[in-house]
């Protein structure tokens, strides 16, 4: 019987000073080869100075029917932000 | 879920896309946006992979060694968008392995265009100017499809399509500033690649089934007319550059439009080359087929290779 390739996704840092960013996904037999296909697929054009690679089954998502009691809650707590808080004009840099 | 529950979500996502916020794979979707968008993805990446066929046919006769290498390059990066496009596809939880054995069975689709044969060279300059050049206007409006993970393949796509384009037009050009002979084959390719460019961007509006619904969830932004109307405006002035003469009899500037008329399409060639009576459908198809399962003893050998290594390190662990 035959084994399918899993599925991994690919995080790329397209220069030094920036963060990894999720560029897609593809299949591969083990990790190398996802590494090598993913330099193949994603960074043709010099996309990038690193990549990580990682088995898509390993990544945990929170659910979307979840969204409301979870970011919500962040809706009503104006006072997080700067713009909240009310100060005279004359008061410079802050 | 009952049924009201569900016309009540379907609610909800259509007012989602008409504010224009993005849909991503594990949100709630009908059931018919699913399958809608599994089929035009999936077309589109076999679209893509099946188009390096026609091409690959010219990578060892390129002219020099500047054309074929841009012609490699151009070949990986259609193998490379057929990869954004099936990993797009997977979001929606149907598996690589059932796309490629949708395309295998005959029972997917792919653009009739690449059913045709590459006879000369300057048929590679014909099909990165027409066809990449309709494509390019099929697909930048994708960029802003509702479906997120479709909309930033496409952006991929679309940023690397236009070196396509380019290439295409530089090798008309050359065919067309050198001898008779060179630009009798240009104009020659223009002629057999003229109107199934024109066939490409689909059915008219009044017989496409499913322009409609596609416009609604905004996978497709404009019609298959008005698609293919941009196509000739611009593209008639460019073989005009050319020297070479578009073979329309009927193709006149219309002043009052600000467009061009264009004379009648063949759409039963169309559908013929669709049902798989084009001129190189079986070949296409078999070359797939063939590729896919020679490749066979790879894919085993690259797993049987990964567990061995897997093995060895738990036992080296333990």
């Known amino acids: 019987m035959t084994k399918n390739w899993p599925l991994w996704e690919v995080f790329v840092r397209s220069k030094n000073g920036l963060e990894h960013r999720h560029f897609g996904s593809l299949h591969a037999a083990d990790a190398n080869m996802a590494l090598e296909n993913a330099r193949d697929v994603y960074t043709r054009r010099n996309e990038g100075v690193s990549i990580w690679v990682v088995e898509s089954k390993n990544i945990t998502a929170s659910n979307p029917e979840n969204s409301g009691e979870l970011f919500e809650p962040a809706q009503d707590k104006v006072y997080r932000h700067p713009t909240f808080y009310d100060l005279p004009d004359e008061i410079k840099h802050m | ?318």
């Open chain 2, 1 to 318: 879920m009952s049924e009201s529950d569900i016309k009540n979500l379907e609610a909800i996502f259509e007012e989602r896309i008409a504010r224009d916020e993005k849909i991503e794979a594990k949100d709630w979707m009908p059931e018919k946006y699913r399958k809608t968008h599994i089929r035009q993805i999936s077309q589109h990446a076999h679209s893509e992979v099946v188009g390096m066929l026609p091409e690959g046919n010219w990578i060892t006769r390129a002219p020099s060694l500047r054309r074929k290498a841009a012609l490699l390059a151009k070949i990986q990066d259609e193998a490379g968008h057929g990869l954004y496009l099936y990993s797009a596809c997977e979001t929606l939880g149907v598996s690589r392995e059932e796309l490629y054995d949708q395309l295998h069975s005959g029972k997917a689709k792919y653009s009739s265009i690449f059913n045709y044969p590459t006879v000369t060279w300057a048929d590679i300059g014909a099909i990165g100017w027409l066809v990449d050049g309709a494509a390019i206007i099929n697909q930048v409006p994708l960029c802003n499809t509702s479906f997120g993970p479709y909309a930033r393949a496409m952006v991929r796509v679309c940023k690397e399509e236009s070196f396509h384009q380019r290439q295409g037009y530089e090798i008309m050009l050359t065919l067309c500033r050198g001898t008779e002979e060179q630009k009798a084959m240009a104009q020659d390719a223009l002629n057999r690649w003229w109107w199934p460019s024109l066939m490409m961007l689909g059915p008219t509006d009044d017989k496409s089934v499913h322009t409609a619904q596609s416009m609604k969830w905004k996978l497709k932004r404009k019609t298959n007319d008005e698609l293919r109307q941009q196509f000739i405006d611009q593209t008639v002035p460019q073989a005009d550059i050319l020297g070479i003469t578009v073979p329309d009899k009927d193709l006149k500037w219309n002043e009052e439009r600000g467009s061009y008329d264009f004379g009648e399409i063949d759409w039963d060639e169309f559908w013929q080359v669709v049902k798989g009576h084009g001129p190189c459908n079986k070949e296409r198809m078999s070359a797939r087929v063939n590729a896919w399962n020679e490749g066979k003893w790879v894919r085993d050998g690259a797993v049987a290779y990964a567990q061995k290594q897997e093995d060895k390190k738990m036992a080296s662990a333990s």
